[in-house]
């Protein structure tokens, strides 16, 4: 399989601006047993997390994820800033 049909089998899922969101999203991922990456993580802190760092779920655990995640509230220092994104 290429790296581009890999790339395509993801989806995102949620944005966040928070490096506290973001350790606590991989530990709930990380004990479930979730393909994931959150894209932009090495680069927001740099630009003091002025550009949205994007959860990446595997296509066929985006279900799992929202029924995992529910009402995930983040803890944004943007105004409560909330982007879950619907399939």
Known sequence: MSKSE???EFKMVLEIHNA??????RSILDAEGIDYFIQGEAVAP???NA???RLMVIKDQVA???ALLGNFMQSSAYGGLKR???I
Do not use: C, H, S, W
């Open 6 to 8: 890999r790339a395509t």
């Open 20 to 25: 506290g969101d973001r350790v606590f999203l």
């Open 46 to 48: 740099y630009i003091f």
């Open 51 to 53: 550009v949205p760092m």
């Open 64 to 66: 799992q994820v929202q």
């Open 84 to 86: 879950i994104i619907d």
